[in-house]
């Protein structure tokens, strides 16, 4: 293959950020439906909400695996051939799509830490995303069964917090609760960490 | 022990070239993007799946374990094949072997892929066990897609899944050392409406 390796992992980049943005979105809206968190669904129905997260997960596994049959780059004659270095820059035929993303990342695949890098900044866009439909899901559906604010909850936080409230709402809480609680936190924590904790050996009896 | 594991790989891989859709399939799932998703995906879900806040800071906990243990694995595994250098099975008997996948330049023992898949799904498994065995079973088909390819001998794989689980464990014991800190982690990002 006389192509630049470079040239190979910008393009990948691109493909796998979308990729693994699309799966994120879709994981996440799955969990969160399950568990309830409301201020992070795309749509403030539940079902909806869930169908959109499969929807999601299929679309980026099609996109992906399928986008060497219109988008050039290094899969063209012969993704049945295993050695990435023999191929040429161009569209795959539907014979050796299944193969066509087998890319050596001496040859322009991404390794590991690229992989885990994108991840990342996907997982956190898919995060991002959630919040924004979130605020406008829970403004709508502020009057439905799903969002309905149970007294005790009026002080939750965190995840638990966004049940019935849009992410926004809920951040100064959170962050007021970790403010106030944190020296507690640490303290409780060291305490009731067993013996083997190295924190606990060190800072010892002034915790106890 | 050597032969054996030739054979069965050469038998396995012997298998491929007959059923196009399920060499098609393995190729698939062989890849370098689609398995390491699912498994990072999965503990992304896990974070957020937690239905009471016990449970919830029970899920959390176990994916900081989880991703702690994936990267030490990667350790782990390189830590290994800088001490003992196994050639790729396509190298060894490259007249013998179908090769499926490219040919990776790195060590075949231990599986890396199988390595990282068996310490997440461990990690899963501890919380939820019906969700833990439907990742062991993705990681064992990873494994498995890479054995048909004929980039990795069936004890690389064995191997990989027993690394896998061993750095799990060692994942929850260095965890007791170091405690509060993963509490404190989750506890940060509750501050931040994320945990």
Redo the contacts between chains.
Sequence with gaps: MNVNPNDVRSLFESH?FL??FL??LG??Q???T????CG?WLMPYRRVTRLLGFMCIVTA?IV??GQPLFVDGPWAAGSVQ???STREWGTTSWND???A???????G??D?VD?AIW?SLA?ISA?VVSVGFGTISVKVGANSKEFSVDAKSHN???????AHRS?FS??PI??R???EN?RN??S???R???R?????IISGSSTE | MNSIDASLLIWLNGLSGSVKIFDDLMRVIASDYLMPLVLSLSMFGLWFSGKTPFQRMTFQLTTLMGISALLISNAVVWLINSLWHRPRPFLDHPDELNLLFYSPTDPSFPANPVAIGFAVATAAWVVNRQFGWWLFAAASLFGFSRVYAGVFYPTDVVAGALVGIAVYGFTTYLRRLLEPLATMMVRLARGFSVG
Excluded: C, P
Aim: glycine share 10%; proline share 0%.
């Design positions: 796998y990729f693994a799966s994120s994981t996440l799955i969990a969160v399950s568990s309830g968190i992070l596994i992906f695996f295993s050695e990435s799509l299944a193969g993303r087998n890319i050596n990342d001496i040859h695949g991404l590991g992989q991840f997982v995060f939750s936080d965190g995840l638990t917090g966004l992410y809920n951040l959170s962050m609760n970790f403010h944190s936190f640490w409780d924590g060291v009731s960490s067993d083997w904790s190295l924190i606990k």
